[in-house]
């Protein structure tokens, strides 16, 4: 190995090293905050604890509440995730292969979504859930969670598909087989690294969604974690280290979801990249 690629690699290391730090801080200083009083907190939220102090996390455990907005936000983001994944997949299959009039123009109509930020739409969805009768409920969240999730959901997906061997569809159609039962038997046990990237990213989005549940949940029975995050949040004084102790522990899901699916999601993203 040259002089020039040692350098190279010891300033790539370098540069992964000060972003990574830059990702892992905050985290850092989440974790460490949960066994901190508010005053070692405010003096210095990234040193180590005075004395290791169980009690916040131990409460929150314990509280019933925190099991109920932890199941609320599981169930609503699998929902959607598993929405997300039906719809947009079946969609990116027609996309991808059926050619009909209009299709290019439909799918670019789609794609405006991506344009457009999700708290811009807030007013008319509040008013349309409203109108037909979902207010308080978790299909508050979880329909229009899948809707915005829809446009960049269609767009990976027909990248994918469009790469899949076209050999393969004329060998299942040449035996009988359909679009729709070629969508079902090959297309997606196919697309697996592309249904975890998807999955990943509709899950995290809406796990950590705060305005939709926000505008449209009012009962305490339905909230998600990061409005039961707010109630540790007093009228004159917040206890930082019970709402810390509670993000660490909300975090712990999203995490493991995405150290379970890692592995596929460069395949997906880079799936569709190159043709041949």
């Known amino acids: 190995?040259?002089?020039?690629?040692?350098?190279?690699?010891?300033?790539?290391?370098?540069?992964?090293?000060?972003?990574?730090?830059?990702?892992?801080?905050?985290?850092?200083?989440?974790?460490?905050?949960?066994?901190?009083?508010?005053?070692?907190?405010?003096?210095?939220?990234?040193?180590?604890?005075?004395?290791?102090n169980w009690e916040f996390y131990g409460s929150i455990v314990a509280d019933p509440a925190f099991w109920r907005y932890l199941g609320n936000s599981m169930l609503i983001s699998s929902v959607a995730v598993v929405l997300t994944l039906i719809v947009g997949a079946a969609a990116a299959y027609v996309f991808a292969q059926i050619?009909?009039?209009?299709?290019?123009?439909?799918?670019?109509?789609?794609?405006?979504?991506?344009?457009?930020?999700?708290?811009?739409?807030?007013?008319?969805l509040f008013i349309k859930v409203r109108d037909v009768g979902l207010l308080d409920t978790w299909w508050a969240v979880i329909l229009p969670q899948t809707a915005f999730s829809l446009s960049l959901a269609i767009l990976l997906f027909r990248t994918f598909f469009e790469q899949l061997p076209k050999e393969l569809f004329e060998a299942a159609y040449i035996d009988g087989c359909g679009y729709v039962r070629f969508f079902w038997r090959f297309t997606l046990p196919l697309s697996a690294p592309i249904l975890a990237t998807?999955?990943?990213?509709?899950?995290?989005?809406?796990?950590?969604?705060?305005l939709l549940p926000l505008v449209v949940l009012n009962s305490r029975e339905v909230f998600t974690w990061p409005l039961g995050m707010m109630q540790f949040r007093g009228e004159?004084?917040?206890?930082?280290?019970?709402?810390?102790?509670?993000?660490?522990?909300?975090?712990?899901?999203?995490i493991v979801f995405f150290l379970?699916?890692?592995?596929?999601?460069?395949a997906g993203l880079?799936?569709?990249a190159v043709k041949g």
């Not at 050619?99 to 008319?124: E, Q």
């Not at 998807?198 to 705060?210: D, L, P, T, Y």
């Not at 004159?236 to 999203?254: G, H």
Request: aromatic share 16%; with cysteine.
């Open 99 to 124: 050619k009909f009039f209009g299709s290019r123009m439909l799918f670019s109509y789609l794609l405006l979504g991506l344009m457009f930020p999700f708290a811009t739409a807030i007013l008319p």
């Open 1 to 52: 190995m040259t002089r020039g690629h040692l350098l190279r690699n010891i300033l790539r290391v370098a540069f992964l090293c000060l972003v990574a730090s830059f990702v892992l801080a905050p985290m850092v200083a989440t974790v460490l905050g949960g066994f901190k009083s508010n005053a070692e907190i405010r003096t210095n939220a990234f040193a180590l604890p005075a004395s290791w």
């Open 198 to 210: 998807v999955g990943v990213f509709v899950f995290v989005q809406s796990w950590n969604n705060f």
């Open 270 to 272: 880079t799936g569709g």
């Open 236 to 254: 004159y004084v917040t206890e930082w280290n019970r709402t810390l102790a509670f993000v660490t522990l909300t975090l712990v899901p999203a």
């Open 260 to 266: 379970a699916a890692q592995k596929y999601i460069v």
